[in-house]
């Protein structure tokens, strides 16, 4: 645990329940809109893809590049 998250537990006993209680309830907000953006960019990542599915499916010239995949690259000076 870093020392400022040992510095906010020290002033977070120090609250009121009261206060404690709307600290938790804004920290558990924040956790979970959080939660909810990363849904929400997965959620858009996939629906691209499937999108995109049936493009790499049947166009030959988005994939071309796929057969070197098992080859070293060497950088050239």
């Known amino acids: 645990m870093s ?3 040992i ?4 002033i977070f ?3 009121t329940l009261v206060e404690k209680l709307q600290l938790l309830e ?6 979970k809109e ?6 929400s960019e997965e959620e858009k990542r996939r629906k691209a893809a499937e999108l995109l ?13 796929t057969a070197l995949d098992g080859e070293e690259i060497y950088e050239t000076k």
């Open 7 to 10: 510095q906010l537990t020290e």
């Open 26 to 31: 804004l920290f558990f907000k924040d956790v």
């Open 13 to 15: 006993k120090q609250l």
């Open 3 to 5: 020392m400022q998250a």
């Open 34 to 39: 959080a939660a909810l953006k990363k849904e």
């Open 53 to 65: 599915l049936s493009d790499y499916l049947n166009d030959s010239e988005l994939t071309a590049f």
